[in-house]
C-alpha cells in the first residue's frame, strides 16, 4: 500500500476518514464536516452508539452536504491517553474497514488530537498503523472471492505538519518492513522454509550491508556443538547456525554490546517423543524467535542504526526417523557441559544452549537476549497475550519491558532460582533438559542461564504464545505477528544507539 502525506484538505471525491476521539464535540476538520451536513456528526455522537471509543468505525455513504462519495469516522479513544498505540489502532481499524469495503483509495485528515504526541507523530503512526494491518499472506492462493482480497492500495493522510509526517513515517516503514519479513518466514510451510532456504532468504539483508556468516553441520562439529546436532541428527534437512552483523556504530568498532539469539526450529515433530497429529501444522512457526531476529536485524539496517548488534539463529529441524536422538541420550554442548535428554521435544533449549556458547565466546557481547517459542507451558501462565520474560539483570529487564509496553508487546517477568534449577539436576550427567511436571517455563529458562557466561546480562523471552494469532489485531492480521521485532527495534534505539 502506498503512503502519502499532504495539506489536510477535503477532498471533492471519493472516500475519506477522519479520527474521533471519545465524547468529544466534533472540532477543526470535523467540525467542518459537522458544519457542511448540518450538524449531523453532533447528532450522531449525542444520540448514537457511536461514541469515538476504540475500534468503532462509522461509515456515511454520499454524505448530505459533501461531495465525496463515503465519510468514515474512526473512533480514537480517550484524547488524554491517545499515544502512539492508539493511533495505530485507529489506522488499523481504518484500513480493515476500507479493505472489508472494497475501498482501493482514500484520504485520512488528521487533526491534533490530545498532547501525547505531536501532530506529525500522531499522523505518522496512524498511517504506519494502516500498514501494519494491510499484510495479508495469500501467495499460495490461486482462488479466491473478491470481498475477501485486499482492496486498499493508497491512503493520503492530511495534515498540516505534512513534512515532518512524512519524515516520521519514512522511520516506522523501515521498521514495518522488518515486521513484514518476520510475517512472510513464520508463515511459511516448512516444505519452504527449512535450515539452507532459510539462510538464503536471510542473504537479502547483505544488500542493507548486513555481514552473513554460515556454520554448516561439519563446521559444528568441529566446534563440538553436540546439543544443537543432536536435535538435527534426525532430519534429512541437515542443520544450519546463521550469524548476522551489523556494524552501525562504524566499521572499525568492533565492540558488540548486544547479541539476539533466535531458536530456529524450522519444524517440530518432538522427534521421538512424538506430538500428537493434531495441529502438528503449526509448529512449521516453531522458528519464530529465529524469524524475529532477521526481521530486527533488517529493519536496523534499514533505518541505519547507529549501534553494532549480532543476531544468531540455530536452525534445525526435529525429525523422528532411525537416526533419531533418542530419551535417556547424553549429548556433549560447546561449553563442555553434559546434558541428559530425557524428552527429545524438548529440543529448543538444546539448540539454543551452543548457540548462546558460540555467540558468547565469539563476539563477547556484554547483553544477549535470545527468543524463543520455547514452551507450552507459558501459555498456560500467561495466555496469548503476553510473553514470558526471564532475566539475570533488573536493568536489562525493565528496559525490555518499557519498550513491550511501548509498541504492545507485552512481556511479564517471572522467577529464577536455586530452587528451580537444582529440578535440572541429572543422575547422570551435568543437566537435563527438562524438569518435573510443574515450572516448565522457569525450568526450560533455568536451563538456558547455565550457558551465560559471568557477567552477561541477559534475557530470554518464551514468545509460544505470541508468535501466532488466532484472530485478527488491530494491526496484526490473524497469523503470524512478528512479536519481538518492534519490541527490541526500540529497546536498540532508547537504550543502545550511539
Known amino acids: 500500500m502506498r503512503i502519502s502525506f499532504a495539506a489536510p484538505e477535503l477532498p471533492t471525491d471519493g472516500v475519506v476518514a477522519v479520527l474521533v476521539p471519545e465524547d468529544a464535540s466534533p472540532t477543526g476538520v470535523l467540525a467542518r464536516i459537522d458544519e457542511a451536513m448540518e450538524g449531523a456528526i453532533a447528532r450522531l455522537l449525542s444520540e448514537s452508539r457511536f461514541k469515538g471509543k476504540k475500534g468503532q468505525v462509522k461509515e456515511f455513504f454520499a454524505p448530505r452536504g459533501l461531495s465525496v462519495d463515503r465519510l468514515v469516522l474512526v473512533g480514537l479513544g480517550k484524547a488524554d491517553k491517545a499515544g502512539a498505540l492508539e493511533f495505530e489502532a485507529a489506522g488499523g481499524a481504518l484500513a480493515a474497514h476500507l479493505n472489508g469495503a472494497g475501498v482501493s483509495e482514500a484520504s485520512l485528515l488528521c487533526d491534533p488530537i490530545g498532547t501525547q504526541l505531536d501532530a506529525a507523530k500522531q499522523a505518522a503512526h496512524a498511517a504506519a498503523g494502516a500498514r501494519l494491518r494491510c499484510y495479508r499472506f495469500d501467495k499460495y492462493r490461486t482462488k479466491e472471492e473478491e470481498e475477501k482480497k485486499l482492496s486498499l492500495t493508497a491512503l493520503r493522510v ?190 529448543g533449549r538444546l539448540v539454543l544452549a551452543d548457540v548462546l556458547t558460540y555467540v558468547q565466546q565469539t563476539y563477547k557481547p556484554s547483553r544477549i537476549v535470545d527468543l524463543a517459542t520455547l514452551t507450552g507451558a507459558i501459555m498456560i501462565a500467561l495466555g496469548k497475550q503476553t510473553a514470558g520474560l526471564f532475566s539475570n539483570d533488573d536493568e536489562l529487564s525493565d528496559a525490555l519491558t518499557a519498550a513491550g509496553k511501548a509498541v504492545g508487546e507485552p512481556l511479564w517477568r517471572l522467577p529464577l532460582g536455586e530452587d528451580y534449577d537444582r529440578m535440572i539436576d541429572s543422575d547422570i550427567a551435568d543437566m537435563k533438559n527438562v524438569g518435573q511436571r510443574w515450572a516448565g517455563s522457569i525450568t526450560a529458562a533455568q536451563f538456558l542461564k547455565r550457558f551465560i557466561e559471568e557477567g552477561v546480562a541477559w534475557a530470554h523471552l518464551d514468545i509460544a504464545g505470541t508468535t501466532w494469532s488466532d484472530k485478527d489485531q488491530p494491526t496484526v492480521p490473524k497469523g503470524a505477528t512478528a512479536f519481538g521485532v518492534r519490541l527490541l527495534e526500540r529497546y536498540v534505539a532508547e537504550h543502545l544507539e550511539k
Open 158 to 347: 492530511g495534515t498540516e505538519a505534512h513534512e515532518a509526517a512524512a519524515s516520521a513515517y519514512a522511520e516506522l516503514e523501515q521498521v514495518v518492513g522488518g515486521v513484514f519479513l518476520t510475517r512472510d518466514l513464520v508463515s511459511e510451510p516448512a516444505n519452504v522454509i527449512y535450515p539452507e532456504s532459510f539462510v538464503e532468504r536471510a542473504r537479502a539483508l547483505e544488500k542493507l550491508g548486513v555481514k552473513i556468516e554460515v556454520l554448516d553441520e561439519a563446521q559444528m562439529r568441529e566446534r563440538g556443538m553436540g546439543a544443537l546436532l543432536g536435535v538435527a541428527q534426525g532430519s534429512a534437512r541437515e542443520p544450519r547456525l546463521l550469524v548476522m552483523t551489523w556494524n552501525g556504530a562504524g566499521e572499525g568498532d568492533r565492540d558488540y554490546p548486544v547479541a539476539f539469539v533466535g531458536k530456529g526450529v524450522c519444524f517440530d515433530t518432538g522427534g521421538i517423543s512424538i506430538k500428537p497429529a493434531a495441529n502438528m501444522e503449526d509448529m512449521k512457526w516453531d522458528m519464530g524467535g529465529a524469524g524475529a531476529v532477521v526481521g530486527l536485524m533488517q529493519a536496523l539496517a534499514a533505518r541505519k542504526a547507529k549501534v553494532n548488534v549480532v543476531g544468531a539463529c540455530g536452525l534445525v529441524e526435529n525429525m523422528p526417523d532411525g537416526n533419531a536422538q533418542r530419551p535417556g541420550d547424553v549429548v556433549t554442548s560447546m561449553s563442555g557441559q553434559t546434558i541428559e535428554v530425557i524428552n527429545t521435544d524438548a529440543e
